[in-house]
C-alpha cells in the first residue's frame, strides 16, 4: 500500500530497506564519560528491530567541552570505540543501520554542562542560554576541525555505516555558517563562501581520516527563523557547495535555539510544515534529501516521497511512540500504530530537565528491557476500576500477560480527565492516543462493564485476585461566598459541551486547565475574562506549548487579572482582591471553576483485607500528569 516509503535507497555507499529514519533525538541514556549504556543500546535495538531504514543517533560529541547535555555518547577519545563497537554490533543483529551523528555545540551549552566557557565563531550568547561564550581563535578552529574528524575515524572503527554532520539547530558548524551569530572579519566570517569555511574543512578533514567512502549526510536548518539569521536561499546556496564536497545526503530541518518551535513543534504546529524547506533543496541537488519536522504519519510520509519533497523521512517523536511503526504500517496495521500526540511532556520537558527521556503513550521507552511484557506464569483475575488513560494501560498490560481482566467505567465514556484534555484547541491527538488503547483494550479481550462503578458488593461477587483503583479525581467547590449558583460551572462540563455557556465568561483558575478552557470558549466566540492569583497564567503548561496557548488569548484578546483572588459572587459580577485592594468585575453570564481537582478513592479502605492485592494509581493516589498515570498504570499490569 506504501510503496514509496517502502523502497530501497542508497546513501553513498550504504543500501537502506526503506525510506523511514529515526530522527537524532537527545535521550540522555549514555554515562557521562560518553559511553554505550545497556539502555541505550536496548533503546536503539527496539528501533532496528522495528524495521527503521536507518537510524541516525544522537548527537556523539567530538570533545567533551562540546556537550549541550550531560550523559551523552561521545567518540572523543579511542577508549570509547570499544563500547560504541559493542553498540553497533547489537543493532546490526537486530537488522538495523546506524549513522552517528557528530556535533559540537559552540554557544549553544552551559558551563554547568562542560565546566567552561562555551566556544562560538563570535562572543555573542545564545539569547536563550544568555551566556557569553569565547571567541574561538584559528588555532582553536583548526583544533575542532581535528576533533571532528578523528571522531569520524572512530566512528568508522566502531563499525557505524555512516555519519551524520550535524550543521543544524544553531550549533557550532551553524553559527559558522549564519550572519545570525558570526560576526568575523577574518577567513571564517564574512562571505557565504568564508562562513562555509568551517563546515568544509570538517567535510575534508572527516574524508581523508574516515575515507572518501565513507557514507555522509550534512544536518542543516533551511531556514534558521530567527531575524538575521539564514533562510531558504542560503540553504539552497550552501546545499549546492556541500554535495559538491562529497556530501552523500542532506537533511533538512529548521530553526535555532532562539525558535526551538520550529526543532521540536508541540501540537500547535501542523504537521510536516519543514518539508518546504527540503522539497526547495531538493530541486536543485542529486543527492538524496531527508525532511523532517513532525511527521508522525506513514501516510503522510508516502505522500512526501510521492510527491517528490523528499526522498526519506525522519521522524523523532514517532518513534518514541512506537519503535515498531514501520513494521506495522508494512503491514497495513495503522490503527495498531500508537500515535504521537505532540505533547512534549514525556520527551522535550524531561530533557530540557537533563531528565532521560521517556514518552507519554508508550512507558517502556528507555526501559524496553525492565518493561518487556512476559506472560504470568500463574493466571489471575484483575479487576480495574476507572477507563481514564492509566486505568486503560493496567488493564492492557494485564490482558498481555494473560490474566482475566475487567475494567469498570462509571460513566458513559472511556478516557477520564485525559478526555476532556483532548477537547481545547491544539489538543485533539490527545483522542488519537485513547483510541488506541481503546483498540488495545478490545484486542485483549478486556471486559468492559461500562456504566458500571465498581463497589466492594461487585468487587465481592467477582472475586478478583487484584484491583486496580485508577478512579481518578473530580473537581470541588472552592470556599467562597455566593459559589452553588446554577450558572457556576466547572470547566469539564463546559469543555464537554453538558452544560450552556453564556456570552460573558468568567474562570476562576488560570492554571492550564483555566487557560485552555478560555481559549476554547474564546474560540466559540465567548467573551472570557480569567482570574488567576499567581503572577502568571498556565505555569502549569509544559512550556513549549505554553507559548503557544498564551498567543492564542491575546489573540482572542481575553481579559486577564494575574495576582488576584476571587473573594465574593454576586449576581452581577466577581469580588476580586488585587494588590490589597478589593474591586468588582463583572456582569458575567458564566462563572467557570478550573481551580482544582481533588484525588477521588473511597474503594481502597473498602476492599483492604478483602482482595490480596490492590494497586492505586495516578490521580486516585495525589492529583498529577497523564504522564505519571500512564506509566503507573504500565507498572502496575506489568507488576500483577
Ligand atoms: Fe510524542 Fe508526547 Fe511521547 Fe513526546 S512524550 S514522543 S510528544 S507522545
Known amino acids: 500500500m506504501l510503496k514509496k516509503i517502502f523502497s530501497p535507497i542508497r546513501i553513498g555507499t550504504v543500501e537502506l530497506s526503506n525510506r523511514l ?84 555545540a559552540g554557544r549553544q551549552t552551559r558551563k554547568a554542562v562542560t565546566g567552561c566557557q562555551p566556544v562560538a565563531p563570535s562572543a555573542i550568547p545564545c539569547p536563550i542560554l544568555q551566556e557569553i561564550p569565547h571567541e574561538l581563535t584559528h588555532e582553536e578552529i583548526n583544533d575542532i576541525v581535528t576533533n571532528f574528524g578523528n571522531c569520524a575515524r572512530r566512528a568508522r572503527e566502531a563499525m557505524f555505516d555512516g555519519i551524520e554532520i550535524h550543521g543544524a539547530h544553531g550549533y557550532l558548524i551553524a553559527q559558522f555558517m549564519s550572519l545570525y551569530s558570526n560576526k568575523r572579519n577574518d577567513a571564517y566570517g564574512g562571505s557565504l563562501m568564508n562562513r562555509l569555511r568551517f563546515p568544509l574543512e570538517i ?128 503491514a497495513g496495521k495503522f490503527s495498531d500504530i500508537n500515535p504521537c500526540i505532540g505533547c512534549m511532556q514525556g520527551c522535550i520537558e524531561m530533557i530540557s530537565q537533563y531528565r532521560p527521556a521517556t514518552c507519554l503513550v508508550n512507558p517502556t521507552v528507555g526501559k524496553e528491557n525492565e518493561m518487556k511484557i512476559y506472560p504470568a506464569d500463574i493466571k489471575k483475575k484483575v479487576l480495574v476500576a476507572g477507563g481514564g488513560p492509566g ?107 453538558k452544560k450552556e455557556v453564556g456570552e460573558r465568561v468568567a474562570i476562576i483558575g488560570g492554571g492550564a486547565v483555566g487557560a485552555e478552557t478560555a481559549s476554547h470558549l474564546a474560540n466559540h466566540g465567548k467573551n472570557v475574562t480569567i482570574i488567576e492569583m499567581l503572577p502568571k497564567l498556565a505555569t502549569d503548561a509544559n512550556p513549549f506549548v505554553r507559548r503557544f496557548l498564551l498567543q492564542d488569548l491575546a489573540e482572542h484578546g481575553i481579559q486577564i487579572y494575574v495576582n488576584s483572588t476571587v473573594t465574593e459572587l454576586s449576581d452581577d459580577g466577581l469580588m476580586i482582591k488585587r494588590m490589597g485592594r478589593e474591586e468588582k468585575i463583572g456582569p458575567f453570564d458564566t462563572v467557570v471553576l478550573a481551580a482544582g481537582l481533588r484525588p477521588l478513592n473511597d474503594l481502597h479502605s473498602k476492599l483492604q483485607k478483602k482482595v490480596s492485592q490492590i494497586i492505586a494509581i495516578g490521580d486516585a493516589v495525589t492529583i498529577r500528569k497523564a504522564l505519571d498515570a500512564i506509566q503507573e498504570g504500565y507498572l502496575a499490569g506489568l507488576g500483577i
Open 21 to 104: 529514519v529515526v530522527s537524532p533525538m537527545v535521550t540522555i541514556y549514555c554515562n557521562d564519560e560518553g559511553m554505550a549504556t545497556e539502555r541505550f543500546t536496548a533503546y536503539h535495538e527496539a528501533k532496528a528491530r522495528g524495521g527503521w531504514g536507518l537510524i541516525i543517533t544522537e548527537d556523539y560529541a567530538v570533545e567533551p567541552e562540546g556537550r549541550a547535555f550531560p550523559c551523552l555518547p561521545g567518540l572523543w577519545h579511542d577508549g570509547q570505540i570499544e563500547s560504541h563497537s559493542k553498540f553497533t554490533r547489537r543493532i546490526h543483529d537486530s537488522g538495523g543501520k546506524v549513522f552517528a551523528q557528530i556535533y559540537h
Open 391 to 497: 486505568g486503560m494501560e493496567a488493564a492492557i498490560v494485564a490482558a498481555k500477560k494473560g490474566h482475566e481482566v475487567h475494567l469498570f467505567e462509571k460513566g458513559d465514556r472511556l478516557g477520564g480527565q485525559f478526555y476532556i484534555a483532548s477537547i481545547p484547541p491544539f489538543k485533539g491527538e490527545i483522542a488519537e492516543f485513547l483510541a488506541w488503547q481503546i483498540k488495545q483494550l478490545a484486542d485483549e479481550k478486556v471486559t468492559i462493564h461500562m456504566g458500571v462503578e465498581l463497589t466492594e458488593e461487585i468487587a465481592a461477587e467477582q472475586k478478583p485476585d487484584a484491583v486496580i483503583i485508577a478512579t481518578g479525581s473530580t473537581p470541588g467547590y472552592p470556599q467562597l461566598k455566593g459559589i452553588k449558583k446554577e450558572n457556576v460551572l466547572f470547566a469539564g462540563e463546559v469543555l464537554e459541551g
Open 203 to 330: 567535510i575534508a578533514d572527516i574524508k581523508k581520516k574516515a575515507g572518501d567512502d565513507f557514507p555522509l549526510i550534512f544536518r542543516m536548518s533551511g531556514d534558521e527563523l530567527v531575524p538575521g539569521g539564514r533562510n531558504i536561499e542560503d540553504t539552497k546556496a550552501i546545499s549546492v557547495v556541500l554535495e559538491a564536497a562529497g556530501v552523500n545526503a542532506l537533511h533538512i530541518s529548521a530553526g535555532v535555539n532562539g525558535s526551538v518551535h520550529a526543532i521540536i513543534p508541540p501540537a500547535a504546529i501542523p504537521h510536516g510544515w519543514i518539508t518546504r524547506y527540503a522539497e526547495e533543496v531538493k530541486k536543485i541537488v542529486d543527492i538524496p534529501v531527508i525532511t523532517v519536522g513532525r511527521i508522525t504519519d506513514p501516510f503522510l510520509a508516502e505522500e512526501v516521497i510521492a510527491g517528490k519533497k523528499a526522498d526519506l523521512v525522519a521522524m523523532g517523536r514517532a518513534y518514541l511512540a512506537d519503535p515498531e511503526l514501520p513494521n506495522k504500517a508494512a
